[in-house]
């Protein structure tokens, strides 16, 4: 089921305590446009269906990746992304972008996302393997 434009960006400000929609927003096209760099075929287009049509347009026509970033290397590279945010911060947007995301794929689409992800990227998504808590 395809999350709609206001319940998904309501869940990202949320989750990221945004202070605006457009903030949410915002943050949801970098995070979404980095992601899709990595992610391949269907994997990818399954998660654009289940996103707004908007951000799934963001997400099937990413910013080019060169190699697979690991997950220090997305973070830095959503900070360089994102006027005004470091590396801390960067996580929480991340964190509140594909917390949403993961929520809206469910979980046998997010198995699949994560397989096609360098490791690391369940906590990224609000999601650790089991056994991979601290």
């Keep these: 089921m395809t999350l709609r434009w206001e319940a ?21 096209r970098v995070v979404l446009a980095l992601l899709g760099a990595h992610l391949v075929g ?3 287009s399954d998660l654009a269906a289940r996103l707004p049509e908007t951000l799934a347009l963001v997400l ?7 190699e697979p970033l690991s997950p220090e290397r997305f973070v830095r590279a959503t900070a360089a992304w ?3 945010a470091a590396e801390t911060t960067a996580l929480w947007d991340i ?8 929520d ?15 490791p690391g990227y369940d906590v990224l998504f609000g999601r650790p393997a089991a056994g991979q808590r601290p």
Aim: charged residues 20%.
């Design 42 to 44: 269907a994997v990818r």
């Design 82 to 84: 994102i006027e005004g």
């Design 8 to 28: 998904f960006l309501d869940q990202v400000r949320e989750r990221g305590e945004y202070d605006t929609p457009q903030e949410a927003e915002h943050c949801a």
């Design 95 to 102: 964190g509140a972008v594909l917390s949403t995301v993961a």
């Design 104 to 118: 809206a794929a469910g979980d046998q689409l997010m198995e699949q996302v994560l397989l096609q992800l360098p």
């Design 60 to 66: 099937l026509n990413p910013l080019q990746a060169t």
